[in-house]
């Protein structure tokens, strides 16, 4: 059957544009031939074109300035260099910017339509593979949001209508309601399914790294930059870019953010040229953004620019009706990590204690409570006696107590933070969080 793809031919050469086109056209291609790279453009821009073949050095408007621009209208479209010998260093620059593969001139017809075929070929099996992901795998992981209670069917409907919507989506929630879940949901819905999932927590990577890890670099850029690095807004063209704990992004870097969102593209640390990006934007957090904008520490511009959808997830103790399956599921899932360990079951008892807690860190709380009940348990149904004394009675707990000197509160202060500090694993965004604080202010403590 004939292959009726549409095909761009450019070369500032008019006479090897059509040569190439009419062999195209032999081998039933639809092929387009033209002379000049804007008017490549031109021609991208009105649509219809499902793959270029493209000439990298023209006058005024260049190859690379025409895979530039059909990454940023269609970034799955294959985009095929021709180069002579002596641009290879282009050519190999051209793959690093997303082309799919680059010829030398002269070529062979044959070679070209090998490679046209295979890139093509490629495309079909990923718009495929979405397809099908969104028809199962994508459901699978919204029924990965466990529950029946109102509040979490009306998450999962939200989470079907908005999936494949291109705008950002703020999430918003307590610590442990389980924000990456939802996000994973969300792309796992969506037509990016095929496409990567890039997640980075803001408050993780040090203020001074954020912005390369995210936007990418050019070598020399600063010291140990020995070679350029794409970032993740670039590895995640193309699907979906999940920025964690946004609210404790640097204001600095909060204003580049928004220009990436507003343009779709990123300059690298250290780079002159802009490069289009197609990432999908999911963001989350646990603080309050509208008060951090009253405090100075968070863009009202960019708040506005990424709250289009707000998707508020509930706290476990506004679902506990959601506990025996929750329960149940965790359990599922933590026996197949400890396939050794006798537990098997919640009993009614021990569900009815856990109905009493308040389950200040959610779900997260919960599945560390039952991981360690899986790993140590010795019966086949968990009982009152296997619940850590914290969660069987509360009050159990050891009342916070002051003893010995009297110590001034900066030195207080400092040694509560350290505490704090050890308490969360050395996770500073968590200690900031349980202590009332934002991450800077944890700092000062601490010095």
């Known amino acids: 059957m004939a292959n009726r793809a549409r095909v761009l031919v450019v070369d500032d050469n008019l006479e090897m544009a059509r040569t190439l086109s009419d062999g195209l056209g032999d081998h039933g291609y639809q092929a387009i031939a033209v002379s000049s790279g804007a008017e490549a453009i031109a021609r991208l821009e009105a649509g219809g074109v499902d793959a270029v073949v493209t000439d990298l050095r023209m006058p005024n408007v260049d190859g690379l300035a025409v895979l530039e621009s059909s990454r940023r209208l269609e970034p799955g479209r294959p985009v095929i260099i021709m180069t002579a010998f002596s641009a290879i260093d282009s050519a190999v620059e051209s793959i690093r910017r997303g082309a799919n593969h680059y010829l030398t ?78 996000a994973r949901a969300l792309h796992g819905e969506s037509g990016r399914a095929a496409g990567p999932f890039v997640s980075v927590n803001c408050a993780a990577i040090p203020e001074g790294l954020l912005e390369s890890e995210l936007f990418g670099y050019v070598r020399g850029a600063f010291t140990g930059a020995a070679h350029d690095r794409a970032g993740l807004f670039a590895e995640a063209s193309g699907g979906t870019l999940f920025l964690d704990e946004i609210g404790e992004m640097p204001v600095a870097l909060q204003a580049k953010l928004l220009h990436v969102i507003e343009a779709q593209s990123v300059r690298p640390v250290g780079g002159t040229r802009e490069v289009a990006v197609d990432a999908r934007i999911v963001a989350a957090t646990n603080r309050n953004l509208a008060g951090a904008v009253k405090d100075g520490k968070f863009r009202e511009d960019l708040l506005y620019r990424l709250d289009v959808v707000e998707i508020s997830l509930p706290a476990l103790r506004d679902r506990r009706e959601d506990l025996p399956q929750l329960a149940a599921h965790l359990i599922g899932e933590l026996r197949g990590r400890y396939p050794t360990s006798p537990v098997e079951r919640l009993g009614a008892e021990a569900l009815v204690v856990l109905g009493r807690h308040a389950w200040p860190g959610n779900v997260r709380e919960l599945s560390h409570v039952l991981e360690r009940i899986v790993l140590l348990g010795r019966n086949a149904e968990i009982g009152v006696d296997d619940l850590p004394p914290a969660v069987r009675d509360p009050a159990a707990a050891d009342p916070l107590e002051f003893r010995g000197e009297i110590l001034p509160i900066r030195e207080l202060q400092r040694r509560y933070a350290a505490w704090a500090l050890t308490q969360t694993g050395g996770h500073r965004a968590r200690a900031a969080e349980k202590l009332g604080i934002d991450v800077k202010t944890l700092r000062s403590w601490l010095e």
């Open 105 to 182: 001139k002269p070529f062979k017809q044959d070679e070209l339509l090998i490679f046209l075929e295979r890139a093509l070929g490629e495309v079909r099996l990923r718009r495929e593979a979405a397809a099908l992901k969104r028809e199962l795998g994508g459901r699978l992981v919204a029924r990965a949001i466990v529950g029946d209670s109102p509040p979490i069917r009306a998450l999962r409907e939200l989470v079907a209508r908005v999936a494949d919507a291109p705008a950002p989506i703020l999430i918003q929630g307590e610590t442990g309601t389980g924000k990456g879940l939802v």
